[in-house]
């Protein structure tokens, strides 16, 4: 037992203990943080499981305080008075969520303008909330953190594009290294003299003075920010990707050109429809596309991830102790969300237990994947049963779940489709499976009718319930179960057990005897 008589890591085997139930994580349960960007204010409440929280509230309002700053160093006025009621509105809704003191801070506009220090002494004066004003390199920090919220021990460069910068910041081994700021932002460019040539020029020259800081490595690029988000989704549209998720949506430098030069040649107001953007977003993509082109050039990443966290996220990593970074964010969101909503809270630990000898060989990335599934494997229940199915596949792959790569989640799904039917045709999930290979279909397939047949022998939270054996090269798949819990295997639990030996394409063998000690 450690200091707050919970049982010890160790004591929960490949779990962990849950990240909840550590006073330390509850006093994380509800954080509300405001930025007040260049283009943007936003209200965002953080709720849940610490380590992969909830987003209990998300509002942006865009405001565009940093519109004209580089002709009139000032802020924008009436994006000024829209800030400024955003900030209003934001300080009284947390007082009714019970989200304060809020954390605040500004960034390059009003860092940057003369009366910068003006507007927040004014936001503190008529709203009570202080505005933490923090400089470029404290911004990329920030940002970097956010990205290590959701990918923890994640390496490469973290880009943050805002409206008036663009911020830069090295993250190896999970920590946040060199960092940099410039004027990139898409508002600055704006102001720029000489049109697109002007601009070409401009951005070269500092995205040179960057690499003075940081040189390329060509390891993988993390994009953070709207403008970049805006052109992922674009190009989603124009390559018909069937996941729209952002979050974690994999691009490469010949896809960013493709997509550039497609953009160009597009009716924008068409394409902002097609891809639902905002006008104020859309019209900061052409300038924003100009900077990604040059900056893809010259770091050459070998890998570029879209990321929907940022310096929010990365506020709320800065409240967290070390050993609560360390966790990992789906295992976390997974273990929350079994514990609020399946009707046998701690079930899938022993389910994942009693499935894994099917798993034997399976690398860490895919028993990660076992261990989710077998904790959301019934957290859908309420759902009509005609939909579980098709509601579970939807929640896994859609949810706000850090760690995960497309891929991974169309597994997860998959898995939890099979765990409430045999078949995965005849969905209106089908586009998805493409993400996947056959074998890795086939592999969900297995663990869903796993979990489908292990969730039939439920005689207690903690108790065993038998013991699966797997013998691949016999291909046997044989279970073991004691005498008083034989009554559990009834026609339907045998039903689903020959399901799962078809998959396996595997004969049956059926032994009464203790269960393993």
């Not at 924008?76 to 969520?97: C, D, S, T, V, Y």
């Not at 720029?192 to 020029?201: C, I, P, Q």
């Not at 597009?266 to 082109?293: F, H, I, N, Y």
């Amino acid at each position: 037992m450690d200091g707050d008589n919970q049982p010890s890591v160790s004591d929960w085997g490949p779990f962990g203990r849950p990240l909840f139930d550590n006073p330390e994580a509850r006093a994380l349960s509800r954080v509300g943080v405001v930025d007040v960007g260049s283009n943007s204010v936003r209200l965002v409440v953080f709720d849940g499981a610490a380590r992969s929280p909830a987003y209990f509230y998300n509002e942006k309002i865009m405001c565009g305080l940093g519109a004209g700053l580089s002709e009139t160093g000032r802020l924008n006025p009436e994006g000024r008075k829209r800030a400024l009621a955003a900030i209003h509105r934001f300080q009284l809704l947390a007082q009714g969520m019970d989200a304060t003191p809020l954390s605040a801070v500004a960034t390059a506009a009003v860092r940057d303008a003369e009366d910068g220090p003006d507007f927040a002494a004014q936001v503190e004066r008529q709203t009570g909330l202080r505005l933490h004003v923090i400089d470029g390199q404290e911004e990329a920090r920030l940002s970097a953190q956010g990205v290590l919220l959701g990918w923890p021990g994640s390496y490469g460069l973290v880009c943050d594009i805002g409206g008036s910068s663009m911020e830069l910041a090295r993250i190896n081994d999970g920590r946040v290294g060199d960092r940099e700021t410039s004027p990139l932002g898409p508002l600055k460019l704006a102001d720029v003299k000489g049109g697109k040539k002007g601009r070409r020029a401009y951005i070269k020259a500092e995205i040179d003075t960057l690499t003075e800081t940081i040189p390329a490595d060509r390891n993988r690029l993390f994009l953070v920010g709207g403008s970049w988000r805006a052109i992922a989704r674009i190009d989603m549209e124009r390559r018909g990707y069937p996941l729209h998720v952002l979050h974690e949506y994999r691009m490469t430098a010949k896809t960013v050109r493709d997509t550039v030069a497609w953009i160009a040649k597009q009716d924008p107001e068409a394409l902002r429809k097609r891809c639902s953007l905002s006008s104020t977003r859309m019209g900061l993509v052409p300038m924003a596309s100009e900077v990604l082109l040059e900056l893809v050039k010259r770091y050459k990443p070998h890998d570029i991830a879209v990321s929907s966290y940022g310096i929010r996220e990365g506020l709320l990593y800065e409240q967290m102790p070390q050993h609560l970074r360390d966790r990992d964010p789906l295992i976390e969101s997974c273990r929350f969300a079994e514990q609020k909503d399946a009707r046998l809270p701690g079930f899938g630990r022993t389910l994942y237990t009693f499935i894994q000898p099917l798993f034997k060989s399976a690398k860490p990335e895919r028993l990660r994947l076992v261990k989710a599934a077998c904790l959301l494997h019934d957290v859908t229940w309420r759902a009509h049963p005609d939909y579980r199915a098709e509601v579970c596949f939807d929640n896994a792959t859609r949810a706000n779940l850090g760690g995960l790569k497309h891929a991974e989640r169309v597994f997860l799904g998959l898995a939890l489709l099979h765990r409430y039917r045999n078949r995965r045709e005849g969905t209106a999930f089908e586009e998805l499976y493409g993400l996947l290979t056959e074998e890795e279909q086939q592999q969900a397939e297995i663990l869903g009718k796993a979990m489908r047949f292990g969730a039939m022998l439920w005689p207690e939270r903690d108790g065993e319930i038998g013991e699966l054996r797997w013998f691949p090269k016999k291909k046997v798949l044989e279970l073991k179960m004691a005498e008083a819990h034989w009554p559990l295997f009834g026609e339907v639990a045998e039903a689903r057990f020959r399901s799962l030996a078809s998959s396996l394409k595997a004969e049956v063998s059926l032994k009464l005897g203790p269960s393993r000690s």
